[in-house]
T-cell receptor
């Protein structure tokens, strides 16, 4: 399957724990975008990364959230000291380059539940 | 602040009906307007619209952009139960894509 892969698909954490969400872009894609979707809401942009670089993190909360896209391996969205309000679906998307970002391909999402 | 507003937020119709979903936007540095269909998983791309007045069609789905009115509509004719989903409108600007909250469409058999 050459599509965007995300894991885990479901993640349960207790308040105060850390959540690590992984995203492997489509083959040949070097641009990754993370979105958060709260219940009854649309997708909200969080961060845009290229390999080893954060290009735009304007949608990401300043505290507890971080993202990386290393030279090797998947992109990681990390949420430290999770709170109940972090419960949401987190989607990753990838594109071939910046000019093709309108045709982002989405992964299946990770549904995070904070107890 | 940039925003994308969709209406209605939810819609229930019978199979065979035609539906029109609306999207309006206030976004600086507009590049294109996008429609996605989201079932219980990842959004899937439907249309990208960049030019006003040019209808895009895919089977029973069609969409058109009105840049003067800053809006777009998505039409679905002869709806089927498989059309039940959340339809997301999004606007691409120079640096990011901004999504609306979606329209939840439910088709009754």
């Amino acid at each position: 399957n050459a599509g965007v892969m995300q894991n885990p698909r479901h993640l349960v954490r207790r308040r105060g724990q850390e959540a690590r969400l992984r995203c492997s872009p489509m083959k040949g894609h070097s641009h990754v975008y993370w979105y958060r979707q709260l219940p009854e809401e649309g997708l909200k942009f969080m961060v845009y990364l290229q390999k080893e670089n954060i290009i735009d993190e304007s949608g990401m909360p300043k505290e507890r959230f971080s993202a990386e896209f290393p030279k090797e391996g998947p992109s990681i969205l990390r949420i430290q000291q999770v709170v109940r309000g972090d419960s949401a679906a987190y989607f990753c998307a990838s594109s071939h380059d910046i000019k093709a970002r309108e045709t982002q391909y989405f992964g299946p999402g990770t549904r995070l539940l904070v107890l | 602040e940039d925003k994308v507003v969709q209406s209605p937020l939810s819609l229930v119709v019978h199979e065979g009906d035609t539906v029109t979903l609306n999207c309006s936007y206030e976004v600086t540095n507009f590049r294109s307007l996008l429609w996605y269909k989201q079932e219980k998983k990842a959004p899937t791309f439907l249309f990208m619209l960049t030019s006003s007045g040019i209808e895009k069609k895919s089977g029973r789905l069609s969409s058109i952009l009105d840049k003067k009115e800053l809006s777009s509509i998505l039409n679905i004719t002869a709806t089927q139960t498989g059309d039940s989903a959340i339809y997301l409108c999004a606007v691409s600007r120079d640096d990011k894509i901004i999504f609306g909250k979606g329209t939840r469409l439910h088709i009754l058999p």
